[in-house]
């Protein structure tokens, strides 16, 4: 097998990777997954494989999700995949969820007491069903008297909202995070 071939190999099976992964791949892993020898040479692959998609008018693109790659819909098509959205989709959130996720989102990690002296309502429940949902998990606990969970945001949270990472939530008045937070993503988050 010549370099082209062994190349034109690669791609097809980076390709087949991201199509089939349901979360995103760091260039590490798919470098291990391909057989390369760096990150640096799967980031490489990736970034060809997006311009043969892109050229060949491909509906299909490898993006930048958090810390890692995932196949994904050019965000030009979103319109024609609204009407199937549209189906597929349950009740929307309520304003009770939304402001509780984005507290949670904005703030994180933060305990319950601290998302409900914000909303000024209780929010265990609201909480919980984030948590059902996968947008939202407990990343820790306080080292305070009773050591209450400590919530954050999840790789799926990052998936569905189309973000790489949490420094691009838009600006809110009032619910605003510190430059060093801004641009850690939710992973990095799991781990403190």
Known sequence: MNDDQRRDELIARLEAILFAAEEPISTRRLAKLL???SDVEAAT?????RGLLLKDGSAFIPSPIGDGVQMTTRPELAESLRAWFS???TAAPSDATVKTLAIVSYRQPVTRADVDAIRGAPSAEILRNLVETGWVQVVGQEETLGRPHLYGTTRKFLQEFGLRNLGELPVLEGLT????????????????
């Open 35 to 37: 057989g390369l020898a």
């Open 45 to 49: 692959l990736v970034d060809r494989l």
């Open 87 to 89: 189906a597929q989709e």
């Open 177 to 192: 995070r510190s430059s060093s937070d801004a641009s850690r993503t939710e992973v990095d988050e799991a781990a403190d």
